[in-house]
C-alpha cells in the first residue's frame, strides 16, 4: 500500500489483514540501498496475533526519492516514520531493525519512547563517539554519495559488493545472490546518495549516552564474522539494561538474509517473551 505524508509517498508491505486493537505491531525497516521487500519472507510468516508490516523508508524501494536532501535527515526520517505509525493508527509496536534500519529504529525509540515495546537491532551501531571519527566517515559517505551520482548505479553496485562488509553473502545461493544484486541495482541514484548525505552513520547522533534510558527490552543481533559490529553490540549490551545479544554463528552483516530461518526463530521468541510479560 502507499501512504501519503505531505507530499511524499511511502510504501508499505503488509499481510493485507486489517489490525484489530489487540494485535502486537512488528514493524520491519531494512538497511542502505534495502527495500521492504527484504522482510517479505518475515512478513509471510510471522501470523499468530501479530499484526507485522515493512517500509520503504526514504529514498528506498517504491517510496519516494526527493532531490531535496532536508528529507533524509535522521529528524526528518524519524518524523515520517511517526507519521506513518499515526496513519495507520499503530501503537504496542516491535521495531526490527537492520544496519541503517536498526539506526533509525534506534532514534525513534529514543524520540518516541511510549510507542515501543521492544526493539530488535540486527548490525546496528548507537552511532559515531569522537568528533574526528564522525567527520572521516561524513567525508567518506559524501564521497560514496558522489559516486553513486557520477558513475551511476551499475559502476556503484559492482563497488558495494566486494566491500569486506559483505563478502560472506557471496556464499548465498547463486539466484539468491543475483537477486539482492539486481534489487540493490533497482534502487534511485538520488535516492542512495541523498540517503549518504543525510543519514549516513557520521550525520547521526552518538546515543551511547542514552543507551541506559532505554527501558523496553532490547534483543541485540550480529553475524560472527561480522567482527566489527559484534564488537560495537558487546559494548551496547552492557549499557541497554533489559537486553540480550545473540551472535548468530557463520553469518556476517546480513544475519536475516544469510540466515533467515534462524532469525525468524529470534523474532518469535523475541515476540513470545514479551506476550507472556504482558499476560
Excluded at 499484526?51 to 532536508?70: N, Q, R, V
Excluded at 546496528?124 to 567525508?139: W, Y
Aim: overall charge positive.
Amino acid at each position: 500500500m502507499k501512504i501519503k505524508i505531505n507530499k511524499l509517498k511511502f510504501n508499505v508491505l503488509n499481510d493485507s489483514k486489517k489490525k484489530s486493537k489487540d494485535k502486537l505491531v512488528v514493524v520491519f525497516l531494512h538497511g542502505f540501498t534495502g527495500s521492504a521487500d527484504d522482510w517479505k519472507y518475515f512478513v509471510d510468516n510471522i501470523k499468530n496475533k501479530i499484526f507485522p508490516i515493512a517500509i520503504d523508508l526514504i529514498g528506498h524501494g517504491k517510496t519516494s526519492h526527493p532531490i531535496e536532501c532536508k528529507y533524509y535527515s535522521m529528524t526528518q526520517i524519524v518524523e515520517q516514520l511517526n507519521n506513518i505509525f499515526k496513519a495507520l493508527n499503530l501503537n504496542r509496536i516491535i521495531l526490527v531493525g537492520y544496519s541503517m534500519g536498526g539506526r533509525v529504529a534506534l532514534s525513534y525509540t529514543i524520540k518516541y519512547p511510549k510507542k515501543i515495546v521492544g526493539l530488535i537491532l540486527e548490525s546496528t551501531t548507537a552511532g559515531i563517539e569522537k568528533k574526528n571519527d564522525k567527520i572521516a566517515r561524513v567525508n567518506s559517505d559524501n564521497k560514496l554519495a558522489e559516486m553513486i551520482t557520477k558513475k551511476g548505479i551499475e559502476y556503484f553496485v559492482k563497488y558495494w559488493i566486494t566491500l569486506p562488509l559483505f563478502k560472506t553473502q557471496k556464499k548465498l545461493y547463486k539466484n539468491e545472490y543475483l537477486n539482492l544484486i539486481g534489487k540493490t541495482k533497482s534502487n534511485s541514484t538520488i535516492g542512495l546518495a541523498n540517503s549518504l548525505r543525510g543519514f549516513g552513520t557520521g550525520k547521526m547522533p552518538s546515543y551511547w549516552t542514552k543507551l541506559s534510558e532505554i527501558k523496553q527490552n532490547v534483543l541485540l543481533v550480529t553475524g560472527q564474522k561480522d567482527e566489527k559490529f559484534t564488537e560495537i553490540n558487546k559494548k551496547m549490551v552492557k549499557l541497554i539494561p533489559k537486553s540480550n545479544l545473540t551472535i548468530i554463528k557463520n553469518a556476517g552483516h546480513n544475519t536475516h538474509l544469510e540466515k533467515p530461518q534462524m532469525f525468524l526463530t529470534l523474532i518469535k521468541r523475541f515476540i513470545l517473551s514479551l506476550q507472556n510479560l504482558n499476560n
